[in-house]
């Protein structure tokens, strides 16, 4: 039966289940941390990287650049989509780990705008467009295998690995960048402080990748390449695969397109936004961020655990309802205060965090295992790469072009994303405990 296929390496013995779930979140978490550490070193970067004559100017480009990493996401999507469904989920976790730590590496060794004018944005540019097609990959890869490799009635608790490890690689940058706040001087940030955290993200990478080259193939893929449909699987066969399951690539595009707008905003690039637009303490919103993001980690297997139990269609409502409920009260009380900050950041993950949890296993049990990785990888990065990519910087550039009103206008933009989030829900079929083999 299937389901013993599913849970039949996790059973294996308590080494196999580690190097799954060590492997997996490690990597994850690796590739999260270089993607946040911009988001919450912004500030710094645009004061280095791009002309200081005008530093709002500065600010909104490096925002802008943000968002340029995620155009290449849907390309990284394809290429480890068609990696991962044709030599396996493990070869294309390692090499977007790869690649997402050869770009850390290279803004670490940025020379600064003084130095060589503006080659030091274009090379920005470049190495952040590596990294988005590293994690453009990365994620559907990483939710694709641990979907497969978890027993079929656990799977929404092991789903949330995906955002605990994620979410411990934005906790440790954020940290990071409060301890580097406090230690150092604002000269000292500016100078080379931001760098430290893109040299540790490639020497973390280093680690994940060793640890992923020593994990298990999926069984349920390996299975799957050893069926006689499979033997006759190329690119052509591929695509006509992806064809008829368009219905399923519209699904992906409307689960997620919620969750990003509200994810990046609450659990990414408010820290920031906090600093520069409403002028908390930089050392104080950092902080803020570090325990929000405590609170979203603490709640994710509740979320997944719940779904194991009701259903995934309950958990994502409750979730998505609570997220629009409460976003405007949470940006209500969003003010210049860091425990302002850390108070409405803690009640949007909360709800975001349900979504979140299960995000993984949804995704995966839309999708035949033959289309799985790809099936998930494309929609999953231009919806992202559209909505995801642009959110930080729309919220701040909204406070810039229309005032006080600007933070009103993000707010019913993000209800609306949320709103289409919802609608596609209900499109769902209940996949709780679904055999993924097929």
Same mark, same amino acid.
């Given at each position: 039966?299937?389901?013993?296929?599913?849970?039949?390496?996790?059973?294996?013995?308590?080494?196999?289940?580690?190097?799954?779930?060590?492997?997996?979140?490690?990597?994850?978490?690796?590739?999260?941390?270089?993607?946040?550490?911009?988001?919450?070193?912004?500030?710094?970067?645009?004061?280095?990287?791009?002309?200081?004559?005008?530093?709002?100017?500065?600010?909104?480009?490096?925002?802008?650049?943000?968002?340029?990493?995620?155009?290449?996401?849907?390309?990284?999507?394809?290429?480890?989509?068609?990696?991962?469904?044709?030599?396996?989920?493990?070869?294309?976790?390692? @090499?977007?780990?790869? !690649? =997402?730590?050869? +770009?850390? %590496?290279?803004? /670490?060794? &940025?020379?600064?705008?003084?130095?060589?004018? $503006?080659?030091?944005?274009?090379?920005?540019?470049?190495?952040? @467009?590596?990294?988005? !097609? =590293?994690?453009? +990959?990365? %994620?559907?890869? /990483?939710? &694709?295998?641990?979907?497969?490799?978890?027993? $079929?009635?656990?799977?929404?608790?092991?789903?949330?690995?995906?955002?605990?490890?994620?979410?411990?690689?934005?906790?440790?940058?954020?940290?990071?960048?409060?301890?580097?706040?406090?230690?150092?001087?604002?000269?000292?940030?500016?100078?080379?402080?931001?760098?430290?955290?893109?040299?540790?993200?490639?020497?973390?990478?280093?680690?994940?990748?060793?640890?992923?080259?020593?994990?298990?193939?999926?069984?349920?893929?390996?299975?799957?390449?050893?069926?006689?449909?499979?033997?006759?699987?190329?690119?052509?066969?591929?695509?006509?695969?992806?064809?008829?399951?368009?219905?399923?690539?519209?699904?992906?595009?409307?689960?997620?397109?919620?969750?990003?707008?509200?994810?990046?905003?609450?659990?990414?690039?408010?820290?920031?936004?906090?600093?520069?637009?409403?002028?908390?303490?930089?050392?104080?919103?950092?902080?803020?961020?570090?325990?929000?993001?405590?609170?979203?980690?603490?709640?994710?297997?509740?979320?997944?655990?719940?779904?194991?139990?009701?259903?995934?269609?309950?958990?994502?409502?409750?979730?998505?309802?609570?997220?629009?409920?409460?976003?405007?009260?949470?940006?209500?009380?969003?003010?210049?205060?860091?425990?302002?900050?850390?108070?409405?950041?803690?009640?949007?993950?909360?709800?975001?965090?349900?979504?979140?949890?299960?995000?993984?296993?949804?995704?995966?049990?839309?999708?035949?295992?033959?289309?799985?990785?790809?099936?998930?990888?494309?929609?999953?990065?231009?919806?992202?790469?559209?909505?995801?990519?642009?959110?930080?910087?729309?919220?701040?550039?909204?406070?810039?072009?229309?005032?006080?009103?600007?933070?009103?206008?993000?707010?019913?933009?993000?209800?609306?994303?949320?709103?289409?989030?919802?609608?596609?829900?209900?499109?769902?079929?209940?996949?709780?405990?679904?055999?993924?083999?097929?």
């Amino acid at each position: 039966m299937t389901t013993t296929t599913n849970a039949a390496k996790p059973a294996a013995g308590r080494r196999s289940v580690a190097r799954t779930l060590f492997g997996t979140g490690a990597g994850n978490a690796v590739e999260w941390y270089d993607w946040a550490v911009y988001a919450t070193f912004a500030s710094f970067i645009s004061t280095q990287l791009f002309s200081p004559a005008d530093p709002s100017s500065a600010f909104l480009m490096t925002l802008a650049i943000f968002a340029v990493g995620f155009v290449a996401r849907p390309v990284g999507g394809f290429l480890f989509g068609m990696i991962g469904d044709k030599f396996g989920r493990k070869a294309s976790m390692t @090499l977007s780990v790869a !690649l =997402a730590s050869l +770009g850390s %590496l290279a803004i /670490a060794l &940025t020379p600064s705008y003084a130095t060589i004018g $503006a080659g030091a944005s274009a090379l920005l540019v470049t190495a952040r @467009l590596v990294q988005g !097609l =590293a994690h453009g +990959g990365e %994620l559907p890869s /990483a939710q &694709t295998y641990l979907s497969e490799m978890a027993p $079929a009635e656990r799977r929404g608790l092991w789903s949330s690995l995906i955002y605990v490890s994620g979410t411990t690689g934005i906790l440790f940058g954020t940290l990071l960048g409060a301890v580097l706040s406090t230690v150092l001087t604002v000269e000292q940030m500016q100078g080379f402080g931001w760098r430290i955290p893109f040299a540790l993200g490639a020497l973390f990478g280093f680690v994940a990748l060793l640890m992923r080259s020593r994990m298990e193939e999926s069984a349920v893929f390996e299975s799957g390449q050893q069926t006689p449909a499979s033997t006759q699987a190329g690119k052509p066969r591929l695509l006509a695969d992806m064809a008829r399951h368009w219905r399923q690539a519209l699904q992906v595009i409307g689960l997620t397109v919620g969750l990003t707008v509200v994810y990046y905003v609450w659990g990414v690039s408010t820290p920031a936004y906090a600093i520069n637009v409403l002028g908390v303490d930089a050392k104080g919103a950092l902080w803020a961020g570090v325990a929000a993001n405590i609170v979203f980690i603490l709640v994710l297997p509740l979320w997944g655990r719940l779904s194991d139990k009701i259903g995934r269609r309950p958990v994502l409502l409750i979730s998505s309802a609570g997220a629009i409920a409460c976003y405007f009260p949470a940006s209500a009380l969003l003010q210049d205060s860091a425990l302002q900050l850390a108070v409405s950041m803690s009640l949007m993950l909360v709800f975001i965090g349900g979504f979140a949890s299960i995000g993984p296993a949804v995704y995966a049990e839309l999708f035949p295992t033959s289309v799985r990785t790809i099936g998930v990888a494309v929609p999953y990065a231009i919806c992202v790469a559209a909505f995801g990519g642009t959110a930080a910087y729309l919220q701040a550039g909204f406070e810039t072009w229309f005032g006080d009103a600007g933070r009103s206008y993000f707010g019913f933009y993000a209800i609306a994303m949320l709103l289409f989030t919802v609608i596609t829900i209900l499109t769902l079929k209940e996949t709780r405990g679904k055999d993924l083999s097929s």
